[in-house]
């Protein structure tokens, strides 16, 4: 009994010794070499990500990460941020790994900050995070899982999203855009799309754009909503459904209204616009 009870006092003393707080911190600040319109690889996890063209011919990066636990706090942690130049090009990729059992509360505090010139080009992986990018020029490439999205005033031509669980924001667009997203919303105003081609999973697509001559406008939606708001420009739209709602303004004129199929026409354009909708509701309006 003796031999039990010093057992516990040992574990009691112990768990009395770690409820303090332990804090992990990381700070980057420094500027790197890269073209005008060179690419940046970033690849992150659970971070608020600000990123913005500017005048200046390098990149600024500021990282602070701050991590408390309060508790009973067991095993190690690492986390570092390794940044490459090569070629005109910029990498930054974080590295971390974590072998540590916690009682009590976690909070980590992390952002990511970067100023860049307004050409470059975005290339992201990232996981469970939040993505501000502003002014930025060149093309984008994101592939991201549990993520919040905002663009404003990119003027790029190429824009490339696979997300999953998470919502894009955009004010402006232009070009082509490809979208691949499950349990996800997009919406995409004054844009000048020429080439759209998008799929989307339990989510809603709701697109303000022109029309391009002989533009190609792909949209597949399983769950959800697709909003489609012609600014200018025309063309054809035909629409396959099954168990879909499909409605269409005083604009376009119908061509075919039956159980499976829809079709319209809008002025005298030359754009094809096809639209795949499965359980989901299709609108179509012109401003």
Do not use: W
């Not at 990511?112 to 080009?121: H, K, L, W």
């Not at 993505?131 to 790029?156: Q, R």
């Amino acid at each position: 009994m003796k031999t039990l009870l010093s057992l516990i006092l040992i574990v009691l003393t112990t768990m009395a010794m770690a409820q303090t707080t332990k804090t992990g911190d990381y700070r980057l600040d420094k500027s790197y070499k890269i073209d005008e319109k060179g690419t940046i690889d970033l690849r992150s996890s659970d971070a608020k990500v600000f990123i913005t063209g500017s005048k200046r011919g390098d990149v600024h990066v500021k990282i602070d990460r701050v991590v408390e636990a309060r508790g009973f706090v067991m095993g190690e942690s690492e986390f570092s941020v390794q940044v490459e130049e090569a070629s005109g090009n910029l990498k930054i990729e974080e590295r971390q790994h974590s072998d540590v059992s916690i009682i009590g509360s976690y909070h980590e505090d992390y952002t990511i900050n970067i100023e860049a010139p307004a050409g470059v080009s975005l290339r992201i992986r990232g996981d469970d995070g939040d993505y501000f990018i502003k002014s930025i020029n060149g093309t984008m490439d994101l592939d991201l899982d549990d993520a919040d999205v905002e663009l404003t005033g990119c003027k790029g031509d190429f824009f490339s999203f696979r997300l999953d669980d998470g919502d894009i924001r955009m004010d402006e667009a232009r070009g082509t855009l490809e979208v691949s997203a499950d349990d996800a919303d997009v919406e995409i105003l004054n844009a000048k799309f020429s080439k759209i081609n998008a799929e989307i999973d339990d989510g809603d697509f709701i697109v303000q754009t022109s029309l391009a001559d002989n533009g190609d406008y792909y949209i597949d939606s399983q769950d959800g909503m697709i909003s489609f708001t012609v600014v200018a420009g025309g063309g054809k739209f035909d629409i396959r459904h099954d168990d879909a709602s499909v409605r269409a303004d005083a604009a376009f004129t119908s061509i075919e209204e039956s159980e499976d199929r829809s079709r319209f026409t809008l002025g005298t354009g030359s754009a094809k616009i096809d639209i795949r909708a499965d359980d989901a509701r299709v609108k179509l309006a012109k401003m």
